[in-house]
């Protein structure tokens, strides 16, 4: 069973649907013991970032988080996968989950619509399992203002929008974020999540 996170800022139930259309079974849960029984976990997200922290914080949630991430596929989506990382800069700096050495920091440039949203080409930087029969001219969507900054070992996927934005990260163990929406990404998105499924063992 997959763990959808209910903590208040997540597109949940679009992600439920996708799941469920893949038929991958999935629950939404907002407590500790469900997400520790499950099989693997989805940390959807929307908002900002250090709102998003708090809400996990009252939550509960967040060393256990911390600890099932390591043992676990874990998938962050969004603003999900952005509090994967050690630090934001939305407002104000904030801690994240920091299951991921970088930090999230405005998107600028005189040139660019931001938010960045709408259909973008994935471009492959590192293989990592989410990627598994995804082809070389793959679109998929996107709605936000801040992105991540990380080692590129970290970095499966990019896409171009003012330089290169962090699409698709993983951490080489258990611990994957799409700053894209796989739900509502088409094929693509689906395929992505159909790979994430097949982590669980």
Known sequence: MIAIIDYGAGNIFSVKNALDHLGLESALVSDEKSVRDADAVILPGVGAFPWAMEKLAESGLVDTIKEEAAK???????????????KGYEFEECGGLALIDGAVRKMESPDLIIPH???????????????????????????????????????????????????????????????????????TGLQILRNFGELIK
């Open 72 to 86: 676990k596929p874990f998938l962050g989506i969004c603003l999900g996968m952005q509090l994967i990382f050690s």
């Open 117 to 187: 949203m709408g259909w973008n080409k994935l471009e492959k930087l590192n293989d990592c399992p989410l990627m598994n029969e995804i082809g070389d001219d793959e679109y998929v969507y996107f709605v936000h203002s801040y992105k991540a900054e990380c080692a590129d070992e970290n970095i499966s996927a990019y896409v171009e929008y003012g330089g290169r934005v962090p699409a698709l990260v993983y951490d080489g163990g258990f611990v994957y974020g799409a700053q894209f929406h796989p739900e509502k990404s088409g094929d």
